[in-house]
């Protein structure tokens, strides 16, 4: 059955008022008496597929939004990670930043909590560098050939060692 968009606008500000009027603690009868509903059942029934919607919406919005920021996340490492790999200290800290950050909106920080060991936290971290590093084709120092090296001579004897 198709629905004309004036009746289903109808429906959509019957529906509003039916919540705000339960919200506001009034009975389901009273409702449909003065909204014209069938019947209790009607209204409880219309009311349930409002907050439904309702909650599919905010949660689909919440997903949109988590992916915004992780895709967020995910560029500022790739931009970053060619300096981390050099070891520039104040792009491994930004770097360690993304990396919490993430970790909480994904709810990796919680798994130490519920009683995981070490090392899986380890990987799963190691295992998102790595994502990062084939979505941006960055080069794994520890896979890929190394192109410029620095050789260190022998350490004089009066340094110190």
């Given at each position: 059955?198709?629905?004309?968009?004036?009746?289903?606008?109808?429906?959509?500000?019957?529906?509003?008022q039916a919540v705000q009027m339960r919200i506001a603690g009034v009975s389901p009868t009273v409702i449909a008496d003065r909204l014209g509903y069938s019947g209790a059942?009607?209204?409880?029934?219309?009311?349930?597929?409002?907050?439904?919607?309702?909650?599919?919406?905010?949660?689909?919005?919440?997903?949109?939004?988590?992916?915004?920021?992780?895709?967020?996340?995910?560029?500022?490492?790739?931009?970053?990670?060619?300096?981390?790999?050099?070891?520039?200290?104040?792009?491994?800290?930004?770097?360690?930043?993304?990396?919490?950050?993430?970790?909480?909106?994904?709810?990796?920080?919680?798994?130490?909590?519920?009683?995981?060991?070490?090392?899986?936290?380890?990987?799963?971290?190691?295992?998102?560098?790595?994502?990062?590093?084939?979505?941006?084709?960055?080069?794994?120092?520890?896979?890929?050939?190394?192109?410029?090296?620095?050789?260190?001579?022998?350490?004089?004897?009066?340094?110190?060692?």
């Open positions: 059955m198709v629905v004309s968009k004036a009746r289903q606008v109808e429906i959509s500000q019957r529906r509003y059942a009607s209204v409880s029934k219309d009311i349930d597929r409002a907050l439904q919607k309702a909650a599919k919406q905010e949660q689909m919005a919440s997903e949109q939004l988590l992916k915004l920021e992780i895709d967020r996340l995910d560029r500022i490492m790739a931009s970053l990670w060619p300096k981390v790999v050099k070891g520039e200290v104040q792009a491994c800290e930004t770097a360690l930043k993304c990396i919490n950050r993430r970790s909480t909106l994904l709810g990796l920080d919680l798994i130490n909590r519920n009683g995981i060991a070490d090392g899986d936290m380890a990987s799963l971290l190691g295992n998102l560098l790595i994502q990062i590093q084939q979505k941006h084709a960055i080069p794994d120092p520890d896979t890929d050939s190394i192109v410029e090296a620095e050789v260190i001579g022998e350490i004089e004897s009066g340094d110190g060692l």
